[in-house]
């Protein structure tokens, strides 16, 4: 399973532990969090416990998930203000509603005019405080309905723009038309919108084809322990 290689006891995990998780992919935040808790559970003869995970990633996202127990879980909101940092691949020349892989590509753009110079100059411009609008495919409420259910209706609503901050984009490979990238944000930055702009920016389109969080704050995904 996972964490029982790690000594952990039942007065730690009341107090609060941070368990660090690679979410495997198409498994969703709160899946990791429900096999955690009943795991803990069933191992410590409890009845319940407080989990909670520090900032969702997406069921096609993999990679670290801050789990929080105990004590542990009234501090999920200073976790959730780390700095993340993501490794992944765009593709061009293509675009989907949901900015990624989870709904069909819906229209295609030229890209062969794509070089990597330019994918470093444009990626420059992301750098800093910016604008930004959620994908309509998120988990963002508004009138106490989650977007993608309003998405998946095929019902248009407005999502207001909200500011984060890149620390640095890297373009780390490009093998037309799939461009491997690194990404260091502040939390509320969804990677898919920067596909989206991204393609915009550089007169084409483009999708978020992979993704994985490899790091939060200090926590690092090599550290991580396997759940399945």
Same mark, same amino acid.
């Given at each position: 399973? =996972?964490?029982?290689?790690?000594?952990?006891?039942?007065?730690?995990?009341?107090?609060?532990?941070?368990?660090?998780?690679?979410?495997?992919?198409?498994?969703?935040?709160? +899946?990791v969090?429900?096999?955690?808790? /009943?795991?803990?559970?069933?191992?410590?003869?409890?009845?319940?416990?407080?989990?909670?995970?520090? &900032?969702?990633?997406?069921?096609?996202?993999?990679?670290l998930?801050?789990?929080?127990?105990?004590?542990?879980?009234?501090k999920?909101? &200073?976790?959730?203000?780390?700095?993340?940092?993501?490794?992944?691949? =765009?593709k061009?020349?293509?675009?989907?509603?949901s900015?990624?892989? $989870?709904?069909?590509?819906?229209?295609?753009?030229?890209?062969?005019?794509?070089?990597?110079?330019?994918?470093? $100059?444009?990626?420059?411009?992301?750098? &800093?405080k910016?604008?930004?609008?959620?994908?309509? =495919?998120?988990?963002?409420?508004?009138?106490?309905?989650?977007?993608?259910?309003?998405?998946?209706?095929?019902?248009?609503?407005?999502?207001?723009?909200?500011?984060?901050?890149?620390?640095?984009?890297?373009?780390?490979?490009y093998?037309?038309?799939?461009? $491997?990238?690194?990404?260091?944000?502040?939390?509320?930055?969804?990677?898919?919108s920067?596909a989206? +702009?991204?393609?915009?920016?550089?007169?084409?389109?483009?999708?978020?084809?992979?993704?994985?969080?490899?790091?939060?704050?200090?926590?690092?995904?090599? /550290?991580?322990?396997?759940?399945?």
């Open positions: 399973m =996972f964490f029982l290689e790690k000594n952990y006891n039942l007065e730690n995990i009341l107090e609060g532990e941070v368990i660090l998780i690679n979410k495997p992919y198409k498994w969703s935040s709160f +899946d969090v429900k096999k955690v808790r /009943n795991r803990l559970c069933k191992n410590f003869n409890l009845k319940k416990i407080k989990v909670g995970h520090a &900032g969702t990633l997406d069921p096609l996202a993999t990679g998930l801050l789990i929080c127990t105990g004590k542990e879980t009234k999920i909101s &200073g976790y959730q203000d780390m700095k993340k940092t993501y490794k992944g691949t =765009f061009f020349g293509e675009t989907t509603p900015y990624d892989l $989870e709904t069909k590509v819906n229209q295609i753009y030229k890209y062969d005019h794509i070089e990597i110079n330019k994918l470093i $100059e444009s990626s420059k411009n992301f750098i &800093g910016i604008s930004q609008k959620p994908p309509i =495919f998120s988990a963002i409420k508004k009138n106490g309905k989650r977007s993608y259910e309003y998405a998946r209706e095929n019902k248009t609503i407005e999502l207001k723009d909200r500011e984060i901050k890149i620390y640095d984009f890297e373009i780390t490979k093998d037309r038309p799939y461009a $491997e990238f690194l990404i260091e944000c502040s939390k509320g930055t969804y990677i898919r920067i989206n +702009d991204y393609g915009k920016s550089l007169k084409s389109g483009a999708f978020l084809y992979s993704l994985k969080r490899t790091k939060i704050g200090k926590y690092s995904l090599k /550290n991580a322990l396997e759940i399945s």
